[in-house]
């Protein structure tokens, strides 16, 4: 293997979220949220960019801002699987040799964030790479819903590997934590050996999909950044990305 010389940014979108009803086509600064996000995936400068649609009204609101989007089936069980689908149904012949996964609720993502993602898969091996900067705020070290990832990784590296993912606050005692930010760069064949496997323990057990990957033994490298890009999942946080973008 090498870096991938010819990459796919997808964005997995649909509309079944449980907190946020209607996510992707909520609107922001006149334009629905995932319009936003496949912006800001274009202005990355990665590669084409589709949106992996689960419903046809996001592909829909996708095509009439100029993008394109890729109808998939409602039912799938994670983003991972959804991205699978559409790479497949618009390159069958498996040209593009790497996939960046931007989750559909980041409306204000800086683009260099799936660059600096991507860069990881710059040693043959490393099968994915992802995101994660550390903590700041005290209440984030104990919150479950933020991942942490322990991360080996020399003092003042800006890259480390992967060692595990969990929601409890780790590794144990003085240090820093990092919030892992759910941003993905594949290889082609990395992504289809992933999609194919059945869902690990440690996946079922802690609720994170990104384990079944380092218990089949691939290697995720992690870039350290500045900051964690503000996800939509509350009223809140829509309120927070209306302000931020109607400047």
């Not at 994915?128 to 080996?152: C, F, M, Q, W, Y």
Request: with cysteine; hydrophobic share 45%; glycine share 8%.
């Amino acid at each position: 293997m090498s870096e991938p010389a010819n990459p796919i940014v997808v964005i997995p979108s649909r509309r079944k979220a449980t907190r946020l009803p209607d996510k992707p086509l909520l609107e922001i600064a006149g334009e629905a949220m995932i319009v936003h996000v496949w912006r800001r995936a274009c202005e990355a400068a990665i590669g084409p960019v589709i949106v992996a649609a689960g419903e046809a009204e996001i592909a829909e609101a996708v095509s009439t801002a100029g993008g394109e989007a890729v109808l998939t089936r409602a039912d799938h069980a994670s983003g991972s699987d959804r991205i699978f689908e559409a790479v497949e149904q618009v390159d069958p012949l498996g040209r593009h040799d790497a996939v960046v996964n931007i989750q559909g609720d980041l409306p204000t993502l800086d683009p260099a964030l799936p660059r600096r993602a991507l860069g990881l898969l710059d040693r043959d091996e490393v099968a994915i790479g992802t995101l994660a900067a550390e903590i700041e705020e005290a209440g984030e070290r104990t919150d479950p819903n933020v991942v942490k990832a322990i991360i080996s990784c020399p003092d003042g590296a800006a890259r480390g590997r992967a060692l595990y993912f969990t929601r409890t606050p780790a590794p144990y005692g003085k240090g820093p934590l990092y919030h892992h930010i759910g941003l993905y760069a594949f290889r082609r064949d990395t992504l289809a050996r992933f999609v194919a496997l059945a869902p690990s323990p440690l996946e079922r057990r802690e609720g994170l999909e990104q384990l079944r990957a380092l218990e089949a033994g691939m290697r995720i490298d992690v870039a350290l950044v500045d900051t964690v890009p503000l996800g939509v999942d509350t009223p809140a946080d829509l309120a927070k990305a209306r302000a931020i973008l109607a400047r």
